[in-house]
Each structure stands twice: as structure tokens, then as C-alpha cells.
T-cell receptor
């Protein structure tokens, strides 16, 4: 079990640029989640996949955000035309779940700073 | 919006003392989970308690759940400096069952040696 891996660990970008983050979940997990966390706050749900299907997307999520999980394995989260308000820790988590949520395994996150 | 609210926001204790953190939530749940987060790292699952359970233990952790009051508490006994971290409750809400966990804003625990 190698755990959930996220890359890059840190990303600094200028406002208006596009950024893409990658998440490699635990291999046998069928669910993959993206959360965003700002300093002093709890993780805020962005979106989740079951296998390759994106089943839910937060209403708070701007159209500038898009996520994919081709072939139900790794996932990418892209933010287009970044804004300073996008600065946050982006967390990926995976789980193997039936009809109810069991525990999530989190990666170490990607810290995004938009200048 | 956050489903869970932790209380207190910050807690500072001496090594060896017990630490109690509380979580309140708003809507019916399937289960409630507690996670720990060291600074700048991802979250680590600690314990899960289901809606039909009232108390659960894991090592030095004790979790209670009162569904009538929509609240939970996490007790860490005989705390150690290594327990210093943020602690979050997360709920699997019935209306969104099978999808996301909703996290509270966390309690920052500092254990002084």
C-alpha cells in the first residue's frame, strides 16, 4: 500500500495562468475525491468520482475548475485563469465504498499560491 | 456550508492531561468520523462511529455520539506532545449518502511537554 500520491507538492503561479494537479489513489480504491482547504478551515468538498464517472460537483465550484479521472485510475484537477482566491491546499482522497462512506485516505496535498 | 462545528477552536493542555473536543452537526447522518491533520499535511482517519452506535474506543481515543443532540465528542487520554495537531469531525450526511464527507472547521490541539 503506497498511499495516495499528489503532485506537485507545491505550485506557485501568476494570476491568469492555468495549473494542473495530479492525484494517484490507492490502486484498489474505486472512489476519488478532491477537497480544498484554506488556512484555519476544514476541507471543503469540490468533486468526487466513482471509477471514471464524476458523480458530484460542488455548486461552489467555478467553471474554471475541471477534473478528470480517465480509466478510473489517476485524476487531474485543472484550474484555468487562476485567481488569488484560488490559493489553497488542494487535497485528494480515495476510498473503497459501498453504499455508505467509509474512511478516506488522504494525500499530502498540493499547496497552490497564486501571485 | 460546513455541516459540523467543532468546539473549542483551540485547546492547549499539558502532556499527560486528557483532551476533549466536541462536534455538532445539523442534519441526520449515517456515520461520523474524526480525522487528524499535522501542519501542512493531509488528513489521517482516526475513528468512525455509526449512527446506531453511542460510544467507540480505539487505543487512547474515545468517541461518543448523541444523535438526539446531533453531537459527538472525541476524548484523547494521557495526551502526548506528538498529539499536537488539528482534529476534524466529518459527517456522512443521509441526504447525500454515498457521496461526500462534510468536514467541520477543526480544533487545534497543542500538547505542551
Amino acid at each position: 500500500d503506497t498511499g495516495v500520491s499528489q503532485n506537485p507538492r507545491h505550485k506557485i503561479t501568476k494570476r491568469g495562468q492555468n495549473v494542473t494537479f495530479r492525484c494517484d489513489p490507492i490502486s484498489e480504491h474505486n472512489r476519488l475525491y478532491w477537497y480544498r482547504q484554506t488556512l484555519g478551515q476544514g476541507p471543503e468538498f469540490l468533486t468526487y468520482f466513482q471509477n471514471e464517472a464524476q458523480l458530484e460537483k460542488s455548486r461552489l465550484l467555478s467553471d474554471r475548475f475541471s477534473a478528470e479521472r480517465p480509466k478510473g485510475s489517476f485524476s487531474t484537477l485543472e484550474i484555468q485563469r487562476t485567481e488569488q482566491g484560488d490559493s489553497a491546499m488542494y487535497l485528494c482522497a480515495s476510498s473503497y465504498s459501498g453504499f455508505a462512506n467509509e474512511k478516506l485516505f488522504f494525500g499530502s496535498g498540493t499547496q497552490l499560491s497564486v501571485l | 456550508s460546513q455541516q459540523g462545528e467543532e468546539d473549542p477552536q483551540a485547546l492547549s493542555i499539558q502532556e499527560g492531561e486528557n483532551a476533549t473536543m466536541n462536534c455538532s452537526y445539523k442534519t441526520s447522518i449515517n456515520n461520523l468520523q474524526w480525522y487528524r491533520q499535522n501542519s501542512g499535511r493531509g488528513l489521517v482517519h482516526l475513528i468512525l462511529i455509526r449512527s446506531n452506535e453511542r460510544e467507540k474506543h480505539s487505543g487512547r481515543l474515545r468517541v461518543t455520539l448523541d444523535t438526539s443532540k446531533k453531537s459527538s465528542s472525541l476524548l484523547i487520554t494521557a495526551s502526548r506532545a506528538a498529539d499536537t495537531a488539528s482534529y476534524f469531525c466529518a459527517t456522512d450526511v443521509m441526504e447525500t449518502s454515498g457521496s461526500r464527507l462534510t468536514f467541520g472547521e477543526g480544533t487545534q490541539l497543542t500538547v505542551n511537554p
